[in-house]
């Protein structure tokens, strides 16, 4: 890497880094003050029905059973989608034919950058039990392993017994500019794993779950041209039970007018948000487990 853009991208990769550490911090910090509210605001709503002669005792153990037996439901499961998980990581062969196919008709003037930066941030809190996900070490630019989970637990009420977790997977390629011009840039990633939400409302708990997969690109060129993002995946409710693979390619277009004779940086991220509240509801994202679970964003194309 030339040393001009060396410089560039060690200050522009330093920043990303430090915003979302400071974005992960807020979202844990967030979350510890809205779980104290709404415990309060639970317990003191326990207390209201107790007084008023509900057989309060009679329900929560009641909920406390439903919740133990969904947990062993649970746990078949995840033994289904991991049962190959200590084998080792490879990528599809039919992935591999597909990116060559892909190079070989691209017309001429389009280009094919590699990332130059791959980075992984998550919400990790060792304080919260009901939440938990991927580190942050990258060891191969090409495949990211990335996941997270999402427990509910108690009644749910006012938003208590609720857990939360956000990753984001980000990859960076760099581009000369040889000319002034509006540049469309084409973004590809491959998402090789599954997803499990389930939810079970009912008149005594309020339950809820949910596990969203966006993709957000944005283009820096002296600044960020602003940030345009769709969701790949998007799956929720109060009363849902569904688990099953997502293997799917997703390419999201992007347009920006950048300078001739200086770099552009591009900015291709993945975003993984899981949700679960009250006993019983659990969501997990899961592209890590096993030789066939992974992230992958290998090349954007540029013209």
Do not use: C
């Amino acid at each position: 890497m030339p040393s001009d853009v060396a410089e560039l991208h060690k200050r522009v990769v330093g920043e990303i880094g430090e915003t979302r550490d400071k974005e992960m911090g807020d979202f844990v910090s967030r979350k510890s003050e809205e779980r104290k509210r709404a415990d309060k605001d639970a317990a003191e709503e326990l207390k209201r029905q107790k007084d008023a002669g509900v057989d309060v005792d009679k329900h929560e153990e009641s909920h406390r059973k439903q919740a133990e037996a969904r947990k062993r439901e649970l746990d078949e499961i995840r033994k289904r989608y991991s049962a190959r998980e200590s084998e080792p990581k490879i990528i599809a062969p039919e992935d591999f034919v597909a990116r060559g196919l892909d190079a070989a008709l691209a017309p001429a003037d389009v280009k094919a950058l590699p990332p130059s930066y791959a980075a992984v941030f998550s919400t990790k809190d060792p304080d919260d039990k009901l939440s938990g996900g991927t580190g942050t070490d990258v060891f191969n630019y090409n495949i990211i392993d990335a996941w997270d989970w999402a427990a509910g637990d108690g009644n749910g009420w006012f938003g208590s017994g609720a857990g939360s977790y956000q990753v984001w997977a980000e990859w960076g390629y760099w581009y000369w500019v040889p000319t002034t011009k509006y540049y469309g840039i084409t973004t590809h990633n491959t998402f090789r794993g599954y997803y499990i939400v389930r939810s079970f409302d009912d008149w005594w708990i309020s339950a809820y779950s949910r596990a969203v997969v966006s993709i957000w690109v944005d283009v820096w060129q002296y600044n960020w041209k602003g940030w345009s993002n769709v969701n790949a995946l998007d799956v929720g409710g109060d009363n849902i039970n569904v688990n099953q693979r997502f293997d799917t390619d997703r390419h999201h277009y992007y347009t920006a007018l950048l300078g001739g004779g200086d770099w552009a940086y591009i900015r291709n991220v993945v975003g993984l948000y899981v949700y679960a509240r009250a006993g019983g509801s659990y969501s997990e994202l899961n592209f890590a487990a096993g030789a066939a679970n992974y992230l992958s964003a290998p090349h954007v194309h540029i013209v």
